[in-house]
């Protein structure tokens, strides 16, 4: 079956880190590109970049580039979304998915993160 | 970039109606790249509609999508109980490759 599992939900406080993942099994991650995608409490969906993991390739939203990395580990068959210095604003449910021809076909369950002082 | 605009916002049915959810595009989006997917609450998008016609696997025939250029649609047949929820479309771009989502459109009860 192919999937992707995203690791827990997550509180954090203003300006910590966090990284959360993203671990892809059931097909070869390295020949999909995969996807984050945010979505605020009660709002729509957002794209924020994609990554290709067999050679990193990276892009991102204008309105994402500078606020968050994107990065994968082929070799563990995961992605991962990081944030160097969290605002409360970055209170949302996270999503990442796999990118099929030009849609995204397989989704995970998301992570919720919440930054509050 | 190209900028999605669905509509109506919120949809009011019951259950058999048909329903009809428009996507419009700033500018011509190839039907090779227009998706659509459906959220329920507390659960991630489901890919529904692929190609702007095409059926995702599992996806019921009561689906449909079409349309080209600058106006696509999706078409519920006749509604369950199961598929009032939020729909939303999405295209994709080549140059430079990003994805771009609508603002979604609730199908609620009437």
């Known amino acids: 079956e192919v999937q992707l599992v995203q690791s827990g939900a997550e509180v954090k406080k203003p300006g910590e880190s966090l990284k959360i993942s993203c671990k892809g099994s059931?097909?070869?991650?390295?020949?999909?590109?995969i996807g984050w995608v945010r979505q605020m409490p009660g709002k729509g969906l957002e794209w924020m970049g994609i990554i290709y993991p067999g050679d990193s390739d990276t892009r991102y939203s204008p309105s994402f580039q500078g606020q968050v990395t994107i990065s994968a580990d082929k070799s563990i068959s995961t992605a991962y979304l990081q944030w160097s210095s969290l605002k409360a604003s970055d209170t949302a449910m996270y999503y990442c998915a796999r990118l099929g021809q030009n849609e995204l076909d397989v989704w995970g369950q998301g992570t919720t993160v919440t930054v509050s002082s | 970039e190209i900028v999605l605009t669905q509509s109506p916002g919120t949809l009011s049915l019951s259950p058999g109606e048909r329903a009809t959810l428009s996507c419009r595009a700033s500018?011509?989006?190839?039907?090779?790249?227009l998706a659509w997917y459906q959220q329920k609450p507390g659960q991630a998008p489901r890919l529904l509609i692929y190609?702007?016609?095409s059926r995702a696997t599992g996806i019921p025939d009561r689906f449909s999508g079409s349309g080209s250029g600058t106006d696509f649609t999706l078409t519920i047949s006749r509604l369950e109980p199961e598929d009032f929820a939020v729909y939303y479309c999405?295209?994709?771009?080549?140059?430079?490759?990003?994805?771009?989502f609508g603002g979604g459109t609730k199908v609620e009860i009437k």
């Open positions: 190609g702007a016609s």
């Open positions: 999405q295209q994709y771009g080549s140059s430079p490759p990003g994805l771009t």
């Open positions: 500018q011509s989006v190839s039907s090779s790249y």
């Open positions: 059931g097909y070869s991650f390295t020949s999909y590109w």
